[in-house]
């Protein structure tokens, strides 16, 4: 806690320095040494075992510090006071400048703080209706309250997408005690919560949810066109289906209803930053210095940061990598860039790691020395590159640690695992003594089993149980073969694999051949994994710690919530998942969003449902039983490659009509309710 404590002072500190010796610019000297000690027990903070409770108040408490002092690094706030007055007298920002004749009686105090009188309204719709909306409750004050308390749910958010993950809740720190976000917020008061708070609801919630998280996303770009640097990712990562693309449609365009009267003149400030406004820009200089043209080297920018941003989506495994790799490519190529729109992807690095994005949060506030004088010194002209490679190196350096860490890292839609070996580690502790193995079918699988037993390989603690191996925990691998017709079994013996044979076709049937066996000496848990290394091998340990952990009885991996490369799930397994999940939805009232076949079960648990299914049904009556016998069920997202070799059910034609058949008659089988002495609890 001595961290969290020395935040507070550091936060208290600033506060008193606003409140008794004057505006910030007037003693920037201190304010830097100051905001440095915060970043710094930030970032040590985040590394402690912080609970969600202390995260929270934290955030909560340094937010309440800094929201009653004066704006004073940024007048930004005084515009959107205005420009809510503005709309109440029944005026259109979009049409008419504060310095308009016209608006002479409305003149009051904050119009002769209001930046920039000659331009019309820049933000985007939503942000202005919720400009009206808090000018009714009253001036800066409540402006900077209501985005500090967005801020505050912004960082809930970030918490329940860590859970989801399974990380650790202080990494949300990295935001919520980050000095950046208190000092443009809560302190200067910009409205970046707006934008910020449905641009993490999106990521967090489109891969379970993908109509809402789109339509999330476009609320945050309906509030802050920043947010359209993470489309491509989202387009990638979690494309809209009809249904989602139309619901985003929607909601984009209500924004804008209520200022159709605007016209053209909608986007007329918009236009004019475009082509005018320049700043503390990084990678534009040299464009500038090889482009002649003003107006093409923008456009060049512009085409560049969509040219890499789509690469960066291509390339990373998540939406919130390729969302966070586009914000800082826009944010380098950029010709302006204000310290608090490096929020954009700091917002999301408790989320995905990003030395750049979190070193950025603490250089950026030197910029604010080309507006204010500091240490007696006058402020620095913006063509003095001396403070901007001060700002700029110690990010540079960052980012190339992160290119060589994510070229290490595979590519997304390659074939290949990429262990989390302190996750394997935290799974290895729980599992201690606790007997676990592992169940693949397989049939003709020689090309695949290789590569798959290699991605095993860290996980095995079946060929010397006291291996001093920290992330083993496996302690048997049963293959079942189900006729396969190549060298299929003889790989997996000469790996140390139990290889058992079941002459019965039937992916249902290989399970239960290798039930019976592991009722001989029973294992507290079961896995299940496809041999043809369409599972990625490296989310066992997730699979596996809601039970350990005593969290679930079964956990299913999700490929429609995770990643999955293109062609990996053919239409018609869509359709069968679509189909079945919705009727398990519409008889039991529980939502799963996969059949997939990569799952972890107690035994206890697989022994009480009584699994029968003897081939395609298998995964489907697990489930249903599960809901029937009301076992703790969870989901988490999965990746999904394409198989090694032909699929043997929605591959092929035949395979998928039986597939779907059987489908069919497996929920019309399983029709009974779920038991009234317990429910399912997932």
Not at 573 to 579: E, H, K, S, Y
Not at 609 to 632: F, H, K, N, P, S
């Amino acid at each position: 806690m001595i961290w969290a404590a020395l935040a507070g002072l550091a936060y208290t500190v600033l506060a008193s320095l606003a409140w008794r010796a004057g505006p910030w610019p007037e003693h920037l000297g201190t304010f830097w040494v100051v905001s440095a000690v915060a970043w710094v027990a930030m970032w040590r903070a985040s590394r402690a075992a912080l609970s969600a409770r202390t995260v929270i108040a934290g955030a909560v408490l340094f937010r309440l510090l800094l929201v009653p002092t004066a704006p004073s690094l940024s007048d930004d706030i005084y515009r959107y006071v205005w420009e809510g007055h503005l709309q109440r007298a029944g005026f259109d920002p979009y049409v008419l400048a504060p310095d308009n004749p016209a608006l002479a009686p409305l003149r009051d105090a904050t119009w002769a703080l209001v930046n920039h009188r000659e331009y019309t309204a820049i933000y985007p719709p939503f942000t202005q209706l919720v400009f009206r909306g808090l000018s009714m409750l009253g001036g800066v004050a409540v402006f900077k309250a209501a985005f500090a308390m967005l801020d505050v749910l912004t960082v809930w958010l970030l918490i329940v997408g860590l859970r989801r993950r399974r990380m650790p809740v202080a990494r949300a720190v990295l935001y919520a005690w980050n000095p950046l976000a208190l000092i443009e917020i809560a302190g200067s008061g910009h409205l970046e919560p707006l934008g910020l708070l449905p641009l993490v609801a999106a990521v967090v919630f489109v891969g379970e949810r993908r109509a809402r998280g789109w339509a999330a996303l476009a609320l945050s770009i309906g509030a802050k066109y920043a947010a359209a640097a993470a489309l491509p990712a989202f387009l990638v990562r979690a494309r809209p289906g009809p249904r989602a693309a139309l619901t985003a449609l929607v909601v984009l365009a209500a924004g804008y209803v209520a200022f159709l009267g605007a016209g053209p003149h909608l986007f007329d400030s918009l236009r004019a930053y475009a082509v005018h406004w320049r700043f503390n820009d990084l990678a534009f200089v040299w464009l500038r210095e090889h482009i002649e043209d003003p107006l093409r080297a923008r456009r060049v920018a512009a085409a560049l940061v969509v040219v890499f941003s789509c690469g960066a989506a291509w390339r990373c495994r998540t939406v919130e990598a390729g969302a966070l790799a586009a914000f800082l490519i826009a944010l380098a190529l950029a010709p302006t860039v204000h310290p608090w729109y490096v929020l954009w992807p700091l917002v999301l690095v408790p989320l995905v790691a990003s030395r750049a994005a979190l070193v950025w949060s603490a250089t950026v506030l030197l910029a604010y020395h080309f507006f204010h004088p500091v240490f007696g010194r006058p402020a620095v002209a913006e063509d003095d590159w001396g403070l901007r490679w001060i700002e700029m190196t110690p990010v540079l350096v960052a980012l190339l640690f992160d290119v060589v860490a994510a070229r290490r890292r595979p590519v997304a839609t390659a074939g290949s695992t990429a262990y989390a070996p302190q996750q394997a580690t935290t799974t290895a502790r729980l599992a201690g003594t606790a007997r676990i193995a592992l169940v693949m079918p397989a049939l003709d699988e020689e090309p695949s089993l290789p590569l798959v037993l290699a991605d095993l390989e860290p996980l095995r603690r079946d060929h010397d149980r006291d291996r001093a191996v920290p992330t083993a925990f496996l302690d048997e691998i049963v293959l079942v073969d189900n006729g396969s017709r190549d060298r299929t079994p003889e790989i997996a013996r000469d790996a140390g694999l139990t290889v058992l044979r079941e002459a019965q076709r039937g992916y249902g049937a290989a399970c239960l051949c290798a039930l019976a066996h592991l009722r001989q000496k029973p294992p507290a848990v079961v896995l299940f994994m496809d041999a043809d290394r369409s599972d990625d091998a490296s989310e066992i340990p997730d699979l596996l710690r809601p039970i350990l952990a005593g969290e679930a009885d079964l956990v299913i991996g999700s490929r429609t919530r995770g990643a999955h490369e293109p062609g990996a799930l053919f239409p018609q397994a869509r359709f069968g998942n679509w189909l079945a999940t919705g009727w398990i939805r519409a008889w039991y009232g529980f939502q799963y969003t996969d059949l997939g076949p990569f799952r972890a079960i107690r035994w206890e648990a697989l022994e009480r449902i009584g699994m029968r299914d003897r081939d395609w049904g298998w995964t489907l009556e697990m489930q249903v039983r599960a809901l029937q016998e009301g076992l703790r069920i969870s989901e988490i997202p999965v990746r999904y490659r394409r198989r090694v070799g032909q699929s043997k059910i929605s591959g092929t034609i035949l395979g998928s009509a039986r597939a779907g058949r059987k489908i069919l008659w497996t929920l019309w089988t399983l029709r009974r309710p779920v038991r009234q002495d317990s429910g399912p609890r997932p």
